[in-house]
């Protein structure tokens, strides 16, 4: 192989810094001691914000209800989207592709028409915003990242294994336990990680969804568009940084650990 | 010699057995049964919602009273033409146009070198390197630009050091792509989107160029092409495909976005905003979802295309 | 098992009646009528596409018939799922469970009819034992050779006892040594086990030497079925007589001038003798001279490619020491018995 060029190097590193340098900013802002602009480099540097909001209890609520809708909307996510792979991932039939067409649509049409078309829904018919309000429009675009790691590994799943199964006694249902649920297992779980993180972190669907109550996401843009408490926002965004990481990372780790095994099969 | 062994299935098992027996028989029964549920889901829940908004887009407003008169009609959809709201969409195209440029540009780089020269352990780390910020959210990473482009921010204060303090203030002070400050600027706003759909870019790109072999290149260069003529003609049209599936996301995220524009962007709207105040505030729901199938209609478009040219095979 | 011999003798172990099954506009099994007895090893030999592996399939139940009766000991298993067959399958890719270690593959029969733990691993042992891979129980499939694997795919499916084993191509991914060292273990497993094996292979030196019996299969159908030597000696059809071995294939005129039945006929190579120059023609024999085509060297034998004055193109395999003065162009004297002609049903 050859090697590559200098000028190739220096501008994929580039591109490396630029992807990864504002993230790092997120976190030198966490410590700073300027409370009113976004003031560079730091005049000083405190921990003392991870107290104020350690303190913070409408931080705290609104944590709490981003953690038990993408909790929610994670399993909802996880039953539907598994089930849809199962029906689509080996199936020949007319009318498979505008089927899957569908189940990617909420990810592919932008946020706000999901969130309008929605509200506009709910006033319809006349539901109140509520906790379920939200877990509707996130469990809605999260099936499609469950759906699409499911099906990637069922895809690769041998089907002579099923047929394995079921020819040395196991029925179905038996099958589905013993064999595909746990040669799958580690995609859902990825897929769900995945889940996790958007639903955590989603704000355009739920602005429209949500009414008065607050997302940690909602608490952000607000501090987005009009700062009033920088400080702790700095403090919250690197808290955000951490919570979505480690899902992501580990659902990195599933799906390779996953491959190998799955393709050990042959 | 094996004992033999009896076939005794417990007997709350018999009931699931004939289940069984039922799904494997008839294979697209449970075909059926699996999808019922995410297709209720799916089709009630958005299809419906989507249809009962965009639906709309044939009704229009009585402008005294501000309430929707349900009677069909073009007119809102005609709307869209007023020089006003022409303009809005026409800036949102352009700004959707010069992200897909520059992450194009910016991606093809770090796609290509990890694609022909990376081993196996540096494309891991590559891969991480990209998922990582793809996946980490959304409004902190907007946020780390606004500390970033903000007049005291990073952006400032390193141009200032440089001593090209006066060149930002000169950019600044161009017509259409300047303002007050960096985050108050269209130059700011496409680079916040040109970072926030980088990633989305990058990976199909790579996957594309994955496929080029490296056979083809060699082939290319032992029949006496130029590095620069090797890469026009052969890396360029294979790695094509890749940048028109990464087209499809930046362009439309970018096109259905409202938030970065609020956060970063100048007082005149862009197509998200222009849906977002037109069904909040200003309650034009009709013209709201007029709005709403542009991008619609401008992806469905774009799907086409791309599907022609073999774009899905690098998603 | 003895209790078994006296019902053995009359209800087959599988039984096709009108059998087919077609996928869309493609005929992949046409028709198979077919008896396979209790104990015997049978193949099912065909190229690619032929039907074999369908046929397979239907057994196991994988597939169901779109027309057509299928019987395991005399009983009807149409619309059977494969799990409520007494029938086990070793697959092509061996089709082992990636997540579960050696031994609970081979115990997973067991395990799904409720079998408790200490048991099954007890029989999985026995069950390892007996295809030789003692000790192996706490590995991954991933971590064991070719060979291996196919050694817990067989263990695994004869665990639960199955009245006929199906093997699908089971020796195709072997290097050629293996092969033949599992062609042997195979045989003598069928012996002691005194089951009905139903291999699916396209290689014919694998059917000839492993099999009692031989179902040739073409385009969905069995073109001819019997021991080795008869679809060898005697082949059908001239597809029979090319896929199995080669044969040259003359038609009725032809025949009749070698002295035989004007009937569409084979000949083996290894029929043809070379005569030495001068030499009298044995009795019985017609005497052919031929101008040498081609000359290949194959080991024990040389196939000489030789045309007739009358244009009759013939290969003959002679051995190698035999051959004295032969080269491309030369002459050739070959002796032809009319009795080694064969009569085929038809020419195709």
Request: hydrophobic share 50%.
């Amino acid at each position: 192989m050859t090697r590559a060029s200098l000028s190739l190097k220096l501008a994929a590193l580039a591109g490396l810094a630029f992807l990864h340098i504002p993230l790092l900013f997120i976190v030198l802002y966490a410590f700073t001691t300027e409370e009113r602009s976004y003031a560079f480099p730091p005049p000083g540097y405190t921990l003392k914000w991870f107290v104020v909001v350690w303190e913070r209890t409408d931080i705290w609520a609104a944590v709490g209800l981003s953690l038990r809708v993408a909790t929610l909307a994670t399993l909802i996510a996880l039953v539907l989207g598994t089930l849809a792979a199962g029906g689509l991932a080996r199936a020949k039939f007319f009318g498979r592709e505008p089927i899957s067409l569908l189940f990617v649509l909420p990810i592919a049409l932008p946020g706000i028409v999901t969130g309008i078309a929605l509200r506009q829904a709910f006033g319809l018919m006349e539901i109140p915003f509520s906790f379920w309000t939200i877990v509707l429009g996130h469990a809605t675009f999260c099936i499609v990242v469950v759906y699409n790691n499911a099906v990637a590994r069922l895809r690769r799943l041998s089907p002579s294994l099923i047929e394995a199964s079921m020819d040395l006694g196991a029925d179905a249902f038996q099958t589905f336990r013993l064999v595909v649920l746990p040669n799958v297992g580690t995609a859902l779980l990825a897929g769900g990680m995945l889940a996790f993180a958007l639903s955590f972190d989603e704000v355009i669907v739920t602005t429209f969804t949500a009414g008065q109550q607050s997302t940690l996401p909602i608490w952000m843009l607000s501090e987005l568009i009009r700062p009033r408490q920088r400080p702790v926002t700095n403090v919250v965004a690197v808290l955000v940084i951490a919570v979505t990481f480690l899902p992501i990372l580990a659902a990195y780790y599933l799906t390779r650990e996953g491959e190998a095994v799955a393709g050990s099969g042959k | 010699m094996i004992p033999a062994i009896l076939d005794t299935p417990a007997p709350h098992e018999r009931t699931l057995r004939r289940l069984s027996d039922l799904l494997v028989r008839r294979h697209n029964l449970l075909v059926l049964i699996l999808l019922v549920p995410p297709l209720l889901w799916l089709g009630m829940v958005y299809l419906g919602s989507l249809f009962v908004f965009l639906a709309q887009s044939i009704f229009s407003i009585d402008e005294f009273s501000g309430t929707i008169v349900r009677e069909p009609t073009l007119a809102t959809l005609a709307e869209l033409f007023r020089p006003a709201n022409f303009d809005i969409l026409m800036r949102t195209v352009s700004i959707a146009a010069a992200v897909t440029v520059l992450c194009a540009i910016i991606g093809f780089p770090m796609a290509y070198y990890a694609a022909r020269y990376a081993g196996p352990r540096a494309k891991a780390a590559f891969y991480l390197a990209v998922m990582m910020p793809l996946w980490s959210s959304y409004l902190v990473k907007i946020y780390g630009w606004k500390l970033l482009l903000a007049k005291e921010g990073a952006i400032g204060w390193i141009a200032g050091r440089l001593g090209l303090g006066p060149a930002l203030e000169a950019w600044l002070a161009l017509p259409l792509v300047g303002g007050p400050s960096l985050s108050v600027s269209y130059t700011g706003m496409v680079l916040v989107f040109t970072y926030l759909w980088l990633p989305f870019m990058i990976l199909p790109m790579h996957a594309a160029l994955e496929r080029v072999p490296s056979s083809l290149i060699e082939a290319a260069g032992d029949l006496g092409a130029s590095p620069g003529r090797t890469f026009r003609t052969i890396i360029l049209p294979l790695a094509l495909p890749g940048v028109v599936a990464g087209a499809i996301f930046t362009f439309s995220l970018t096109l259905g976005d409202y938030i970065v524009p609020q956060i970063i962007g100048t007082s005149a709207l862009v197509l998200g905003q222009a849906v977002y105040t037109l069904q909040g505030t200003a309650g034009n729901i009709p013209l709201s979802a007029a709005f709403s199938l542009v991008p619609i209609l401008v992806m469905a478009l774009f799907l086409t295309l791309a599907k022609k040219m073999g774009a899905f095979d690098a998603l | 098992m003895h209790a078994n011999i006296d019902t053995a003798l009359e209800i087959p172990a599988v039984r096709f009646a009108g059998v087919a099954r077609h996928f869309g506009a493609v005929k992949a099994v046409d028709g198979v009528d077919l008896s396979i007895l209790p104990g015997e090893f049978f193949a099912m030999l065909g190229p690619s596409g032929s039907g074999k592996t369908t046929c397979l399939r239907l057994i196991a139940g994988f597939e169901q018939p779109d027309a057509g009766h299928i019987e395991i000991f005399g009983e009807k298993v149409e619309g059977l799922p494969p799990y409520r067959r007494a029938v086990n399958t070793v697959f092509q890719d061996y089709a082992l469970f990636p997540h579960l270690s050696v031994g609970d593959n081979v115990a997973y029969g067991l395990r799904v009819r409720g079998v408790g733990r200490a048991e099954r691993d007890k029989q999985a042992r026995e069950a390892l034992a007996m295809v030789k891979l003692t000790g192996m129980e706490s590995r991954r499939p991933a971590q064991l050779s070719g060979g291996q694997r196919q050694r817990v795919a067989l263990a695994r499916a004869l665990i639960v006892r199955p009245k006929v084993l199906l093997l699908d191509e089971p020796l195709g991914a072997l290097d050629l040594k293996l092969r033949e060292e599992m062609q042997l273990e195979l045989k003598g497993l069928q012996r002691t086990l005194g089951l009905s094996f139903v291999f699916v292979t396209h290689d014919q030196g694998e059917a000839l030497s492993m099999a009692d019996r031989v179902a040739v299969f073409n385009e969905g159908r069995i073109v001819q079925v019997g021991p080795p030597e008869e679809v060898y000696e005697r082949p059908r059809t001239r597809f029979v007589a090319n896929f199995v071995g080669s044969a040259n294939v003359l038609s009725a005129a032809e025949a009749q001038a070698l002295g035989a039945p004007a009937r569409p006929s084979s000949l083996r190579p290894e029929k043809i003798a070379l005569m030495s120059a001068g030499a009298s023609a044995p009795t019985g024999a017609v005497v052919l001279d031929a101008v040498i085509v081609d000359v290949s060297y194959q080991g024990p034998v040389r196939r000489i490619t030789a045309r007739t004055p009358a244009g009759l193109v013939l290969v003959a395999a002679v051995p190698a020491g035999q051959a004295g003065e032969i080269k491309r162009g030369g002459p050739v004297r070959f002796a032809v018995r009319s009795d080694a002609l064969q009569p085929m049903e038809s020419e195709e």
